[in-house]
């Protein structure tokens, strides 16, 4: 099991460019694939951006692609999400997980217990 630790975060304003960050210990040793996920109030978690072992594969949701990136370091067990030109839609609380595989899919093992984003306008 992996145990992850967000940071960053908190209140900024629309546009901004603020990152969270991601760290991870336990089963560091694995490859596993990093994931970052969000769920805005009254809304169900949605996922955001996932990030393979080797960082080669990323994928996206629509909602972020072009805005956002994700981004590892192995060697320091980090996973980081860097945010560009938020919208007050990008208000949520964002979860990193860590993936049963070294690509990305749809399984994830370990969370989180998130950071919190709000996009004041």
């Known amino acids: 099991q992996v145990q992850l630790v967000e940071s960053g975060g908190g209140l900024v304003q629309a546009g901004g460019s603020p990152s969270v960050s991601c760290a991870a210990s336990?089963?560091?040793?694995?490859?596993?694939?990093m994931g970052w996920f969000r769920q805005a109030p009254g809304k169900e978690r949605e996922f955001v951006a996932c990030?393979?072992?080797?960082?080669?594969?990323?994928s996206y949701s629509n909602a972020v692609k072009g805005r956002f990136t994700i981004s590892r370091d192995n060697a320091k067990n980090t996973v980081s999400l860097q945010m560009n030109n938020l919208l007050p839609e990008d208000t949520a609380v964002y979860y990193c997980?860590?993936?049963?595989?070294?690509?990305?899919?749809?399984?994830?093992?370990?969370w989180g217990q998130g950071t919190q984003v709000t996009v004041r306008s």
């Open positions: 990030i393979s072992w080797f960082g080669g594969r990323t």
């Open positions: 997980a860590a993936g049963r595989y070294g690509v990305c899919t749809n399984d994830f093992a370990s």
């Open positions: 336990g089963r560091t040793r694995d490859s596993y694939a």
